[in-house]
């Protein structure tokens, strides 16, 4: 597990956004997992102005997405379908085809969760997943407790999930309940791992999660099991450790 220490967010997203670059240059026909959230948004944002300056080439390469929530159509702006298409792959060459989320308007969750684990096998797996960070050390929307052998399926978000949510969303009431999310297996089955982290909210969750006991309490410090992960987190992140 390698950390990489950045002075600040914008540090951060540049440093993420060189590893992510690296892999796309590196091998242009790459598959890349994709996460949402806050953090990840200032990664999206430098990689666009390098592909705007002309040093990268999105033409080739797949992407699937972590996770998707269960009942927001893509066109909702709070579907992460629409995130990503916001953030990264209106704006770069990216062939939309190429570009894979879990199906939320799919309402039987089995075969939306067996149809994403053939989508992942059948485009070769992953070479790089971008993962955040959730407070209570969630990967995807794995929450604590949730079984380390688990692929894709749909998840029952926890209280503190929803209520981080919440800011998204008008009331309570609009935020959803469910999400379809790649399992803790699947993400470990990826080639490497990178990790983005900013914020002194996020010191004591890193400080357990990647210096604590491996356990489904905390479902990201499995990542110490994996043998090619990048935290890249800023020095806010990293003030307890
Ligand atoms: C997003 C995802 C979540 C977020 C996590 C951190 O696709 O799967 O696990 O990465 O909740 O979110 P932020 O970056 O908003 O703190």
């Known amino acids: 597990m390698k950390i990489i ?6 540090d951060m997203s540049r440093k993420a956004a ?3 670059s690296a892999q796309v240059i590196m091998k242009p026909n790459c598959v890349l997992g994709l996460a949402t959230g806050s953090t990840p948004i200032g990664t999206y944002a430098q990689l666009v102005e390098w592909y705007k300056k002309g040093d990268l080439d999105f033409s080739e390469v797949t992407t699937v997405n972590l996770d998707e929530y269960k009942g927001l159509t893509r066109d909702n702006e709070q579907s992460y379908y629409y995130f990503m298409k916001e953030n990264l792959f209106s704006k770069v060459n990216i062939n939309l085809e190429r570009t894979f989320l879990p199906d939320g308007m799919e309402p039987d969750s089995d ?3 067996e149809d994403y684990n053939r989508v ?3 485009v070769g797996g992953v070479d790089l997943q971008l993962l955040g960070l959730g407070h209570n050390g969630h990967i995807g929307f794995n929450e604590p407790g949730m079984a380390f052998e688990a692929e894709t399926h749909c998840v029952n978000l926890t209280e503190s999930t929803m209520k981080a949510n919440q800011r998204f969303f008008p009331t309570m009431d609009d935020v959803p309940k469910q999400a379809y999310t790649m399992g803790i297996k699947t993400i470990m089955q990826a080639k490497r791992i990178l990790v983005v ?5 996020k010191a004591a969750i890193v400080k357990e ?3 604590g006991p491996i356990t489904p309490k905390v479902q990201a410090s499995v990542l110490q099991l994996h043998n090619d992960v990048t935290i890249v987190a800023d020095a806010a992140a990293l003030s307890l450790i």
């Open 120 to 122: 992942i096998a059948h």
């Open 18 to 20: 060189n590893i992510i």
């Open 209 to 211: 999660a990647f210096f």
């Open 5 to 10: 220490r950045a002075k600040d967010y914008n």
């Open 111 to 113: 075969k939306a969760c």
């Open 197 to 201: 982290v900013s914020g002194e909210d």
